[in-house]
C-alpha cells in the first residue's frame, strides 16, 4: 500500500511491479473498467517479483525478485529504482522484505537459504546477518516482519518454526543472543506471520487452515482461529492486521476474505 492509502503495488511472474490507483469505494461494482487504475509499471527485474515493502516515512518501495536482487524503489522518480542490492552469490533467491520500524533508512531481507541479513539503504550495503539458521540448520525463510515499534525481527520458516530476532545485533554477547527464540507453531510449514501494532503479539497463517495468535512477551499461543477450508493443499494465503483497530484478516484458497473482532 502507497502513501496516503491512494494506491497500491503487485508483483508478478512478469517480473514487472504495477502501482493501482485505489478507486472510490462508492464506485459502483459493476462499472465498467477504467483503464487509468493502473498508475505505472516499474521495470527492472530479471525474474519473478516475491514480495513488495512499502515505506511511508520515506516514500520508498522495497522489491526481492528470483532474480536475486533487492531493489529500492521512489515511485515518483525518473528513473524510479534508486539501488540495487546483488545478493545471490552471498546469500541466494530472496524471499521477502520488510522496512525496519526503528530504522526507517534500513531494511530486512530473508532468503531461501536461511539467511536474514539487514541492509543499509544510506550506505547502500549489507550491515549485518542475523542468527535465523539457528542449530538445526538452515531452512527456507517463506517471511519476514518487523516489529512497528520494537527492534524485534520476526521470520518464518518451512521447518513450522518462527524465529524472533534481535535486529540491533549480529554477533551479540551472550546477554543478548540475536537469536531470541524459536518456536514450532504449526504442523506444515508457515508461510507468512503480522506483527499486531496494538500490542505485544503476532499473527501468522498455515496451510493448516488455521491462524494462530501468539505473545511475544513469553512467545505462546494465545489464541487459533480455524478460518479457511484447504483447497489444492492450500488454505490461507495472506494475513493483515489493521494499523489501529483490533481486527484481523485473512484470504484463503477457498476464495473467501474474512475479518476477524
Given at each position: 500500500?502507497?502513501?496516503?492509502?491512494?494506491?497500491?503495488?503487485?508483483?508478478?511472474?512478469?517480473?514487472?511491479?504495477?502501482?493501482?490507483?485505489?478507486?472510490?469505494?462508492?464506485?459502483?461494482?459493476?462499472?465498467?473498467?477504467?483503464?487509468?487504475?493502473?498508475?505505472?509499471?516499474?521495470?527492472?527485474?530479471?525474474?519473478?517479483?516475491?514480495?513488495?515493502?512499502?515505506?511511508?516515512?520515506?516514500?520508498?518501495?522495497?522489491?526481492?525478485?528470483?532474480?536475486?536482487?533487492?531493489?529500492?524503489?521512489?515511485?515518483?522518480?525518473?528513473?524510479?529504482?534508486?539501488?540495487?542490492?546483488?545478493?545471490?552469490?552471498?546469500?541466494?533467491?530472496?524471499?521477502?522484505?520488510?522496512?525496519?520500524?526503528?530504522?526507517?533508512?534500513?531494511?530486512?531481507?530473508?532468503?531461501?537459504?536461511?539467511?536474514?541479513?539487514?541492509?543499509?539503504?544510506e550506505a547502500?550495503?549489507?550491515?549485518?546477518?542475523?542468527?535465523?539458521?539457528?542449530?538445526?540448520?538452515?531452512?527456507?525463510?517463506?517471511?519476514?516482519?518487523?516489529?512497528?515499534?520494537?527492534?524485534?525481527?520476526?521470520?518464518a520458516h518451512?521447518?513450522?518454526?518462527?524465529?524472533?530476532?534481535?535486529?540491533?545485533?549480529?554477533?551479540?554477547?551472550?546477554?543478548?543472543?540475536?537469536?531470541?527464540?524459536?518456536?514450532?507453531?504449526?504442523p506444515p510449514?508457515?508461510?507468512?506471520?503480522?506483527?499486531?501494532?496494538?500490542?505485544?503479539?503476532?499473527?501468522?497463517?498455515?496451510?493448516?487452515?488455521?491462524?494462530?495468535?501468539?505473545?511475544?512477551?513469553?512467545?505462546?499461543?494465545?489464541?487459533?482461529?480455524?478460518?479457511?477450508?484447504?483447497?489444492?493443499?492450500?488454505?490461507?494465503?495472506?494475513?493483515?492486521?489493521?494499523?489501529?483497530?483490533?481486527?484481523?484478516?485473512?484470504?484463503?484458497?477457498?476464495?473467501?476474505?474474512?475479518?476477524?473482532?
Amino acid at each position: 500500500m502507497g502513501s496516503n492509502s491512494e494506491c497500491c503495488y503487485s508483483g508478478g511472474a512478469d517480473a514487472r511491479i504495477h502501482s493501482w490507483k485505489i478507486p472510490d469505494l462508492n464506485m459502483d461494482p459493476y462499472d465498467g473498467y477504467d483503464p487509468s487504475v493502473l498508475s505505472h509499471v516499474l521495470e527492472g527485474h530479471g525474474d519473478a517479483v516475491w514480495g513488495l515493502a512499502f515505506s511511508p516515512a520515506s516514500q520508498r518501495l522495497a522489491s526481492c525478485s528470483a532474480d536475486g536482487t533487492i531493489r529500492i524503489w521512489d515511485p515518483s522518480s525518473s528513473p524510479a529504482c534508486l539501488c540495487t542490492f546483488l545478493t545471490a552469490s552471498d546469500h541466494g533467491i530472496p524471499t521477502s522484505v520488510a522496512f525496519t520500524s526503528t530504522e526507517p533508512a534500513h531494511i530486512v531481507a530473508s532468503f531461501r537459504s536461511g539467511d536474514t541479513v539487514l541492509y543499509d539503504l544510506e550506505a547502500g550495503s549489507a550491515l549485518l546477518s542475523l542468527e535465523s539458521r539457528g542449530s538445526s540448520g538452515p531452512t527456507q525463510i517463506n517471511q519476514v516482519v518487523s516489529h512497528p515499534n520494537q527492534p524485534l525481527t520476526i521470520t518464518a520458516h518451512d521447518d513450522r518454526g518462527i524465529r524472533f530476532l534481535d535486529s540491533r545485533t549480529g554477533e551479540a554477547p551472550p546477554s543478548r543472543p540475536p537469536l531470541t527464540r524459536k518456536v514450532t507453531c504449526h504442523p506444515p510449514s508457515v508461510p507468512s506471520g503480522k506483527s499486531v501494532k496494538s500490542g505485544p503479539s503476532g499473527l501468522l497463517r498455515s496451510h493448516d487452515c488455521s491462524l494462530r495468535l501468539w505473545s511475544l512477551d513469553n512467545k505462546t499461543c494465545v489464541q487459533e482461529i480455524t478460518a479457511h477450508r484447504k483447497k489444492h493443499e492450500e488454505a490461507i494465503h495472506a494475513v493483515a492486521c489493521h494499523p489501529s483497530k483490533a481486527l484481523i484478516a485473512s484470504a484463503g484458497a477457498d476464495a473467501l476474505a474474512k475479518v476477524f473482532v
